[in-house]
């Protein structure tokens, strides 16, 4: 019969490898004991060396131990199992930095194996066990362990928050109805998590066609990427070809030219690779998102479940796909062309030819449109004040003393002759050219203006030097109640819109030109997607109707603060 007095040391029978309970143990010559399959991993880690070795003592074994189980310490292990002793811990028992750890336990805390939703306390799976045995503890909330278990307590009555307020969009305890939520909208916490369930299918699916329309994008890029590269080793071909039969001053401007095509080559195609890493990168925060959601979809704590619901379903506006347009003439085949053309002209005149290839080469642009501003912080970054030319002031506009704005009178003012004044339309343009990325404002009065944007070669008199009114100028008409596009002497009515300040964003490289209808939010009026073959200057046309006069000036912009420091 056992004396009751022996006690068995967990410790003295863990396995140095796992830290747990030897299973099939075995025992090595130098008498440390192991679990049969911890030690043959070690050994198997070690045949390359064909030395072998104790991982406690490092004592080494030639040849290798052959493993046979220990018979008396397996029977060990069972009598340690039948007293309810255990060994110690593991390591990977312990709670770390980022696992939620038992509230209970002192010293070194274990992990948490559930959450009490009532308590308000993580458990380990020791210190759970009166919830399992306990008839009151078994009514309380089980969940998996979680790390913001606090921010289910209410901070103002220190309570569970189990209501849901619909008013100010929030979860509350049963007291906060009493006092700061008094006469709001309120529902339970299950119920509200029970509508917005609902919203989760909907939601993934605008997910999921966002990551088919990234997709599709970077298939277009790299397709493009590879016309990129074909077009450009077909043009260093035909160039190297050429320039061969050349002298050598001629076969040094070939070196050059090779050189610049390839340097443009590495641009483009490292902005392709760009786009790509950051459409790539938008795929997996939306992969991540659409995981969290499947995750939240699962989970049983409903606060937990609202408080993270609106920042995991928001998403921000889909923006237009950032996948290039094909357009005519755009990788190197001009280079080619005039490569072609240098190939004929004689020494004398090589240097005007040497300038014209280098040019074409420069002008190579297969990649790609920015993607256009969203806020107006974002559109004033590319903000340019502008003034207006008064040699190309119509004689019906009054100017003012800065030269921003323009007013119609009907008395003609005293401007000089000039080959570049408006002479039938009560019009002007801008003294700045505008290529790049450009945005300016608008801000106007009275019965009518026109916003637009024209080529210098604009014809100055005649029914088709109006804004809008050939296909030299792109024009937008305001007017009390309405809005119209004008290009080529098409119109297009834009209803529905009233706005006394108009943003004009223009991407001169990318052929995009936007009106925006300016107040608290920018609202898109009008897009034009083209292809501008000269600069571009703002212009502006104030009229008259029935005595109503009108005003326009260029708005006085300013970058916002956080950008200016």
């Not at 001053?249 to 483009?268: A, G, M, P, V």
């Not at 995981?291 to 923006?319: A, G, I, R, Y």
């Not at 004929?344 to 993607?371: A, F, N, Y």
């Not at 001169?508 to 107040?519: D, E, K, Q």
């Amino acid at each position: 019969m056992a004396q009751q007095g022996v006690q068995i040391d967990g410790d003295k029978l863990s396995c140095a490898i796992c830290l747990d309970l030897l299973k099939e143990p075995v025992t090595l010559p130098c008498g440390h004991s192991y679990c049969m399959n911890c030690i043959q991993r070690h050994f198997d880690e070690e045949d390359q060396k064909h030395i072998h070795s104790c991982p406690q003592c490092r004592q080494t074994f030639i040849p290798r131990p052959a493993l046979k189980k220990s018979t008396m310490l397996a029977d060990l292990v069972e009598e340690l199992k039948k007293t309810g002793l255990q060994a110690a811990p593991a390591d990977h028992c312990y709670a770390g930095p980022k696992d939620v750890a038992c509230d209970v336990c002192t010293g070194r805390k274990l992990k948490a194996t559930k959450s009490c939703l009532h308590c308000v306390v993580s458990y380990c799976e020791q210190h759970l066990q009166p919830h399992h045995t306990v008839a009151a503890l078994k009514k309380h909330k089980l969940v998996d362990p979680s790390q913001n278990l606090q921010e289910i307590v209410c901070p103002r009555h220190n309570e569970v928050m189990k209501i849901f307020c619909r008013t100010d969009q929030k979860c509350i305890c049963y007291l906060c109805p009493i006092d700061e939520h008094k006469g709001h909208e309120t529902v339970p916490a299950s119920e509200e998590r029970t509508e917005r369930q609902r919203e989760l299918n909907p939601c993934r699916g605008k997910i999921q066609e966002r990551i088919q329309e990234r997709e599709k994008d970077v298939n277009g890029i790299q397709q493009e990427v590879e016309a990129i590269n074909h077009s450009a080793d077909k043009a260093v071909r035909h160039t190297e070809k050429l320039f061969n039969e050349l002298i050598l001053l001629i076969q040094k401007r070939c070196s050059d030219i090779k050189q610049q095509i390839r340097t443009q080559q590495e641009t483009e195609v490292n902005r392709a690779k760009e786009l790509v890493e950051e459409l790539e990168e938008e795929v997996t925060q939306l992969n991540r998102k659409d995981v969290e959601l499947e995750k939240l979809s699962h989970t049983e704590d409903h606060t937990q479940f609202l408080n993270m619901f609106p920042s995991l379903t928001d998403l921000s506006e889909s923006s237009e796909s950032r996948c290039p347009t094909p357009r005519p003439l755009r990788y190197f085949n001009e280079t080619e062309a005039a490569v072609s053309e240098m190939n004929d002209i004689l020494q004398s005149i090589l240097q005007k030819g040497w300038k014209k290839v280098s040019q074409k080469v420069t002008d190579v642009d297969v990649l790609l449109p920015q993607p256009e501003p969203k806020t107006r912080a974002e559109f004033l970054q590319f903000s340019k004040q502008l003034t207006l030319d008064p040699n190309t002031a119509n004689v019906h506009l009054l100017m003012s003393e800065d030269r921003r704005g323009v007013k119609y009178v009907s008395r003609k003012q005293a401007y000089p002759r000039h080959p570049e004044r408006f002479m039938k339309r009560s019009q002007v343009l801008s003294r700045e050219r505008l290529t790049g990325r450009r945005y300016w404002e608008v801000e106007w009065s009275g019965y009518g203006i026109y916003v637009a944007v024209a080529y210098k070669s604009i014809m100055r008199t005649g029914d088709e030097s109006e804004f809008g009114n050939n296909d030299k100028s792109w024009a937008l008409r305001c007017s009390s109640g309405q809005f119209e596009f004008t290009h080529k002497k098409k119109c297009e009515w834009l209803p529905g819109h009233q706005s006394s300040r108009i943003g004009v964003y223009l991407d001169h490289r990318a052929g995009t030109l936007s009106f925006y209808g300016v107040s608290n939010t920018m609202s898109l009026l009008h897009r034009v997607q083209t292809t501008f073959t000269e600069p571009l200057y703002a212009g502006l046309r104030a009229y008259n109707f029935l005595g109503a006069d009108s005003s326009a000036v260029f708005s006085e912009l300013q970058l916002p603060e956080a950008l200016t420091e």
